[in-house]
């Protein structure tokens, strides 16, 4: 059962632009959502994060939103450099329940 | 500290074969989880100890799969009579005392059932 779904597996824009990457959700217990970003040879890096009693958290280029009615979150990264591209993972979790769910994620490039 | 380790980074084994894997976490991480990712997918939970004590296991750890972690520092997976389904990416992640997310993860172990 996928309970968390990225529906975009890639994402291109040009460097300096906004890149949005999407999430949505099934399950309406989860309360904490994470983003992670992924190189090549390299395994998920912990990017952003937000709790279900948040809209909105920012940190520097990123800013995550959680619309809960929708059962989607957002991340967006502006301004877009090149050294964004990679793959992102949407990752969701209920109260302490380690068996945190991911998405197939989305592979960003960000070109100059 | 550099970060979580894991090893071997590439396992070709043939079916039938058994494998073992190991992740060593940041010494002061108490958590630790086993994630399996294949092609186009996301990481898969495995299971997490607390310490040495494994708290919590998917249904996808089959009873061909068994994780260990001995004294609470690093941890061993291994799979008994591989099949070529179990080819995939095997994570290892850790976290610290009272850090429910935000995982650390290792650069994982790549499995070939041949």
């Known amino acids: 059962d996928q309970q968390v779904k990225q529906n975009s597996p890639s994402l291109s824009v040009q460097e300096g632009r906004i890149s949005i990457l999407n999430c949505d959700y099934t399950n309406s217990m989860f309360d904490y959502f994470l983003w992670y970003k992924k190189y090549p040879a390299e395994g998920p890096t912990f990017l952003i994060s937000i709790s279900s009693i948040k809209d909105k958290n920012e940190d520097g280029r990123f800013t995550v939103f959680l619309n809960k009615s929708a059962k989607h979150l957002s991340l967006h990264i502006v301004p877009s450099q090149p050294g964004d591209s990679a793959v992102y993972f949407c990752a969701a979790s209920e109260g302490n329940n380690n068996d945190m769910r991911f998405g197939a994620g989305t592979r960003l490039t960000v070109k100059p | 500290d550099t970060g979580v380790s894991q090893d071997p980074r590439h396992k070709i084994t043939k079916r039938g074969q058994n494998v073992t894997f190991r992740c060593d976490p940041i010494s002061e991480h108490n958590r630790l989880y086993w994630y399996r990712q294949t092609l186009g997918q996301g990481p898969e939970f495995l299971t997490y100890f607390q310490n040495e004590a494994q708290l919590e296991k998917s249904r996808l750890l089959s009873d061909r799969f068994s994780a260990e972690r001995p004294k609470g520092s690093f941890s061993t997976l291994e799979i008994q009579r591989t099949e070529q389904g179990d080819s995939a990416m095997y994570l290892c992640?850790?976290?610290?005392?009272?850090?429910?997310?935000?995982?650390?993860f290792g650069s994982g172990t790549r499995l070939t059932v041949v």
């Open positions: 992640a850790s976290s610290p005392p009272g850090a429910f997310y935000g995982y650390t």
